[in-house]
């Protein structure tokens, strides 16, 4: 369906790849963001950063892409950083207690 595509820019920022998807991460967006992580991870970088400032609303299969992002990360040893979460989807972070396992920025610049 064309209303599913999700647009993810994209910028280098010293050693670390920013990821920043637009819009809803649900069910049929999750597998685009799936596949950026997986396609930045093959450049190998040191951090890749994924910056939801502009993601209102992350749904269970939006948080299993990230899971899944992180696993492939530490197993190629690098770091995923999320960073600028909206209020709603740091209390999905917060209630399955993700805040635990991911390292979680205010500011993605930082």
Do not use: W
Request: glycine share 8%.
């Amino acid at each position: 369906m064309p209303g599913d595509s999700m647009t993810i820019n994209e910028r280098s920022v010293g050693e670390s790849l920013v990821l920043q998807p637009e819009g809803d991460i649900d069910l049929s967006r999750s597998p685009q963001l799936q596949a950026r992580l997986a396609e930045a991870l093959g450049r190998k970088p040191a951090r890749i950063v994924v910056d939801l400032s502009k993601v209102p609303y992350m749904d269970s299969s939006g948080v299993a892409t990230l899971v899944q992002g992180l696993q492939h990360c530490q197993r190629a040893g690098c770091e995923l950083v999320i960073g600028s979460l909206h209020p709603k989807v740091r209390s999905i972070f917060e209630i399955a207690k993700l805040t635990e396992i991911f390292a979680i920025v205010d500011d993605v610049e930082a």
